[in-house]
């Protein structure tokens, strides 16, 4: 014997909200479950030596998807919700012809120590040069108060910089919640 259970939509038992709906085609749109949101650097960053890059600005698409996007202070974003992000960043550079620097990703799981998790090594030892270097992370996301992430800018000399505009996307960083936290 068989059975066929037909639904559109799935709500929560306490407020109502939609959790999950199924439309004619068979899309399923789990509602709170993904988030995509994207950043870029407003400004050249153009301090020497290592530093965290602080000058962001959120685009256009604010938290695009069902959930609120990233937090951002001083150079440090916070996530929304748990789940596992895919965290992308793409650095325009231009250094000086004497530098190799090398932006980073760099998570903390405890709200205080961060840790290098990718480091894109750029420039030339001979010329001026200009590039773009991207790397994407995964980090498990199991407590929005103290997993967060930032980005650095290691070993910049005086005449290098990471490209940033006010009018349009150079540098840019993306965040993408592909699944729960594990």
């Keep these: 014997m068989s059975s066929i259970l037909k639904v559109s939509t799935l709500q929560d038992p306490t407020n109502s909200n939609t959790a999950l709906t199924i439309d004619t085609s068979g899309r399923v749109d789990m509602n709170a479950s993904y988030v995509f949101d ?28 069902k959930v609120s996007g990233m937090s951002h ?3 440090i ?57 991207s790397s994407s992370v995964f980090v498990n996301v199991t407590d929005i108060a103290n997993v967060k992430v930032k980005f650095r800018a290691k070993s910049m000399d005086t005449n290098s910089y990471i490209w940033g505009a006010s009018d349009k996307i150079r540098t840019n960083v993306m965040f993408e919640r592909v699944a729960p936290a594990q």
Excluded: C, M
Excluded at 40 to 64: E, K, P, R, V
């Design 38 to 65: 994207q950043w870029y650097l407003n400004a050249n960053h153009t301090t020497d030596g290592d530093s965290d890059i602080t000058a962001w600005s959120q685009t256009s698409f604010t938290g695009l998807g």
């Design 73 to 75: 202070s001083s150079g």
């Design 77 to 133: 974003f916070t996530f929304p919700q748990t789940g596992l992000y895919k965290v992308t960043g793409t650095f325009l550079q231009r250094d000086d012809g004497q530098d190799n620097f090398a932006p980073t990703i760099n998570v903390t799981t405890d709200n205080s120590t961060y840790t290098e998790v990718i480091e894109l090594i750029s420039g030339s030892s001979d010329t001026t040069n200009s590039g773009s270097v």
